[in-house]
Every structure is written in C-alpha cells, then in structure tokens.
C-alpha cells in the first residue's frame, strides 16, 4: 500500500497545483473520483495491464467511458498514468489529492459511528464542537453499528475520539488488568 502512495504523491500534488491554479478545486475532485471509480471497476481492471489490450485502447476505453466529463488535462493524466504503467494507482491519487484541497481549503470530513441513528442537530452539534477543537470547517457523515452497545466512535483525520460504551469497557478492562 505504501509503494502505491509513493507513486501516486506526485501526480496527485501535480494536479492538485494545477487545480489551485486555475481555482478548479471541485471540478478535479470530481474527475478524479470519476476516474478512480472507472479503474476500480473489476470490467475494467480486467483489461488493464492486459496484454492482448494495447495502451492506447485502455486510455480510449477510460477516456470514453468519461466522456466529457473529463477536460483535455484529465484526458491527458489518464493517458500519461497508462503509458507509464500507473493507471491502477488512480484512487491513490484521487485519495492524496482530496487530502491535499481539504488542507487547502481547512476543511475535515469527520466520521460518526454510534450505536443508535443519529439525527442532524447531534451532528452540527459535533461539527461544531470539532470546529473549535480543530480550527476547521467539519463535516460529519453518520453511520450505525449497533454492537457498539451505546455511545459513538467519531474519526476526523488522525483524531479518534472513541466514546462508545464498548470502548469504554475496554479501558475498564485494561485499568482493572493493572
């Protein structure tokens, strides 16, 4: 996974100045997620690194599929990525390019997992008490794990507050074990 970062940091921050640039943030975003979920399909990741499959067809076959979605520099780091044997590390790229406009831009997406649905009040309730902690703007997305027992796991970033009541047997456990 490592080797596949490595590549893909410099493609991914040579787009993401080229986006900066041209205050195109968004719209690079959404090619990149376009075409990393294109590479991901398994019809298509068949056919890269085929041999029967020459490289200009796995760039048209790509290239196709988005259509016009994709602007001529797009079209161009889709075509470079298959001549030099790269295409597969694409959600590489639109993984460190996401990381690189959420810098830009101060913003976090922060994850919350409870054990019971959240409603939006609770979430801007977070967002906000991650604001302050952070000095970001924070969007929260919710999900549902009900072995949890209670409580809430909320990911932003490298922070991890686990405030579930699994988690907080869990240090019970470790402190009674001392």
């Known amino acids: 996974m490592a080797e596949k970062t490595t590549i893909a940091r410099p493609y991914a ?4 100045e080229l986006a900066r640039g041209r205050n195109e943030l968004l719209r690079w975003s959404e090619m990149l997620r376009l075409a990393a979920a294109l590479v991901s399909d398994e019809r298509i990741d068949a ?5 029967r499959v020459s490289k200009a067809q796995q760039a048209e076959l790509v290239i196709g599929i988005g259509g016009a979605q994709f602007v001529k520099e797009a079209q161009h780091l889709i075509q470079l990525l298959v001549e030099n044997g790269r295409l597969k590390v694409l959600p590489e790229i639109a993984a460190l390019y996401e990381g690189y406009r959420a810098e830009a831009e101060r913003t976090v997406e922060a994850q919350m997992v409870s054990a019971f649905p959240v409603d939006d009040a609770q979430k801007q309730q ?7 902690r952070l000095g970001r703007e924070v969007t929260v997305t919710s999900e549902v794990d009900q072995s949890l027992l209670g409580g809430a796991i909320i990911r932003a970033g490298d922070l991890v507050i686990d405030g579930s009541v699994l988690g907080q047997l869990a240090k019970l456990q470790v402190a009674l074990a001392r």
């Open 13 to 16: 921050l040579a787009v993401f």
């Open 126 to 132: 977070v967002a906000a008490a991650l604001k302050k």
């Open 47 to 51: 056919l890269v690194g085929n041999p």
